[in-house]
């Protein structure tokens, strides 16, 4: 399996690297097929990549006894421990770019950035970021699905074995922001040339 990490958001400036401000941090792992190609992918917002998180991220997504292939991260030594072997490789002093030993990650790093930026016009809050990652690696595990009738029925379980989802659950920000009162638009008065007298129209009654 295939960690790394990658940050999701808008352009802004400053700094590159795992210090960048004002993005969201989203790990990433992919299983690597033999002899090539890629299977499941998992991703999850986290809030830092220290080695508590990371660890946190692993049992829940990596089975136990796989190897984890990361860059020489600190943080991945403790975060693997003794449940995974662990095979590091440091992109910073071999001057390899980075998705040549971690391939997966990177693509699908840049297929979720893609759609988002296509699918939704880069329109994704951090707060509803994890539900959005949620749909995109549902989509990509099952590209490869030769039975379409199986994905609609697990499609269908899901919806129904979710519990109800209220309005408030599913908006992280329900409440709209204020809005300023708009004034109301100027008084329109009708141009001298158009103080006509009422034309004739003899068809028309009178009115007592």
């Known amino acids: 399996m295939e960690v790394d990490e990658t940050f999701i958001g808008g352009v802004k400036p400053g700094k590159r690297g795992r210090g960048v401000a004002g993005k969201a941090l989203v790990v990433i792992a992919v299983e690597q097929l033999a002899p090539k190609g890629f299977g499941w992918a998992r991703m999850a917002v986290i809030p830092d990549a220290t080695a508590p998180t990371l660890r946190a991220f692993l049992p829940d997504n990596v089975e136990q006894g796989s190897v984890v292939l990361s860059d020489g991260l600190k943080s991945y030594p403790f975060a693997v421990g003794s449940e995974f072997t662990h095979k590091p490789f440091n992109v910073a002093g071999s001057g390899v770019p980075a998705h040549v030993p ?107």
């Not at 309005?167 to 922001?177: I, K, M």
């Not at 204020?178 to 068809?203: V, Y």
Request: proline content about 13%; glycine content about 6%; aromatic content about 8%.
């Open 102 to 208: 971690l391939p997966g990650v990177h693509r699908v790093a840049s297929l979720a950035k893609r759609w988002l930026l296509g699918t939704h016009q880069g329109a994704v809050e951090a707060d509803h970021l994890q539900a959005y990652l949620n749909e995109f690696c549902f989509r990509f595990n099952r590209l490869g699905s030769r039975s379409r009738g199986m994905l609609f029925f697990r499609l269908m379980q899901q919806a129904v074995d979710a519990p109800p989802v209220t309005y408030r659950q599913l908006v992280v920000n329900p409440q709209p922001g204020s809005r300023p009162d708009l004034e109301p638009p100027p008084t329109r008065h009708n141009p001298s040339s158009l103080a006509l007298p009422p034309a004739g129209r003899p068809w028309r009654p009178k009115l007592t």
